[in-house]
């Protein structure tokens, strides 16, 4: 807790120590292996999820009672995996990435964690995939993280996909800690991250809060479908 003037910020600062603390649990060797097989990939395993974040999506999922599901970016599966294991029974979870080597490390694991059967994978642009979804095809929870510089687009078309209630999730809403300073960031990625904030702290469709678990996760509550 730091004092500036008359404001108390109260958080946690983490540290590598803290960090594991938070992620104790029972051990996981499926998503443990997918980590490993990630990483040897080299620094692009930055994008994905961590297993804190992994924990939420999952207890989330289930706390929705979701049963049609929206992942925007899959990359190697970990997200999709923690998603797929909080469906309710029945439910689905549509995927859509435009790379095929990244994806086709997640079909392995999907099968290893038996969650295969519950998910469809679409390849392509994101956008256009969004574009040519089915009419009338509905979701209760929807995580986006894909490219940075197209959420905005991403949230339009998923925003009258949703049901009432639903919840729409974007990771990286932190940007690595850039953001908050006096003068906007200078990178695209950044400016596109700053500007949705922003706007989905006021956008009167949505209930929106922004939490500090991993890079930053955006959770919005859709409030008409």
Known sequence: MKTRGKSILKYTPLNDRLFRYVCAGPRD???????????????????????DQGAFLTLLT?????????????????????????????GRLLCLDAS????????RYWARAGVKGKIELRLGP??????????????????????????????ELVLPRMRANGLILFDNMLWGGRL?????????????IDRL?????????????????????????????
Not at 35 to 51: F, N, V
Not at 62 to 90: D, H, K
Not at 128 to 153: N, T, V
Not at 200 to 220: F, T
Request: net charge positive.
């Open 197 to 225: 904030n922003r706007k989905l702290a006021r956008d009167k469709r949505v209930q929106s809060v922004l939490l500090s678990i991993g890079d930053g996760v955006r959770l919005c509550r859709v409030l008409a479908g």
């Open 180 to 192: 908050g300073r006096t003068r906007p960031p200078g990178h695209p990625n950044g400016r596109a």
């Open 62 to 90: 289930a706390l929705a009672g979701a049963r049609s599901a929206l992942e925007v970016g899959t990359f190697t599966g970990y997200s999709s995996i923690c998603i797929a294991r909080g469906l309710a029974p029945g």
């Open 126 to 155: 994101a956008i256009e995939s969004l574009r040519d979804l089915e009419a009338g095809r509905r979701f209760d929870l929807a995580f986006i993280d894909a490219h940075k510089a197209e959420y905005d687009q991403y949230y």
């Open 100 to 107: 095929r080597p990244w994806t086709d490390i997640a079909r």
């Open 29 to 51: 060797r499926v998503l443990e292996a997918l980590r490993a097989e990630t990483a040897a990939l080299g620094e692009i395993a930055e994008m994905q999820i961590g297993p």
